[in-house]
């Protein structure tokens, strides 16, 4: 399964990113092109530890937990899928786009940075699955920014 640490799966993300532009029409959902760019920097930030997203109640955490191994094997988000809260930059959450060029820059920066981490570590705290390793991270980064990706043809 593809995941972030696997520097040929990280090529193929980090050219996607790098061919979105600025005006690129969805093909679904409600985010712009720089909200996803921004959306998923703060997924980044939030894999390496810099940005804290509220973690879910206990309940729903619970029932994630157990769901956690089928929704590593998944290969890909529905369409529309609803984006966790504290990430819905669309809605006015998380980072907010300013310049695209360099917001861009910057999820590329972070996932270059991710890349070298330690698969074992587990250097963040998941809202939904609390603690896990980096390579559990790299796995739901790649399921998370190939959907968004291809939301915009990328």
């Not at 786009?97 to 270059?112: A, C, N």
């Not at 559990?136 to 043809?153: C, E, K, P, S």
Request: charged share 20%.
């Amino acid at each position: 399964m593809k995941h972030l640490l696997q520097p040929a799966t990280m090529l193929e993300i980090l050219s996607r990113i790098d061919g979105i532009e600025e005006g690129q029409q969805r093909m679904w959902g409600t985010m712009s092109a720089h909200e996803m760019i921004c959306h998923m920097t703060e997924y980044m930030q939030t894999a390496n530890g810099s940005v804290k997203i509220k973690i879910f109640p206990r309940p729903i955490t619970f029932v994630l937990r157990l769901f956690k191994p089928l929704i590593l094997r998944m290969s890909s988000i529905p369409k529309n899928a609803r984006t966790a809260k504290g990430w819905a930059t669309a809605k006015g959450e998380g980072l907010q786009p300013s310049d695209f060029e360099r917001d861009k820059q910057v999820l590329l920066h972070l996932v270059r940075q991710f890349g070298s981490r330690n698969p074992n570590a587990r250097d963040a705290m998941h809202p939904f699955f609390g603690p896990v390793t980096n390579e559990v991270w790299a796995r739901m980064a790649y399921i998370h920014f190939d959907h968004h990706l291809r939301q915009f043809g990328g």
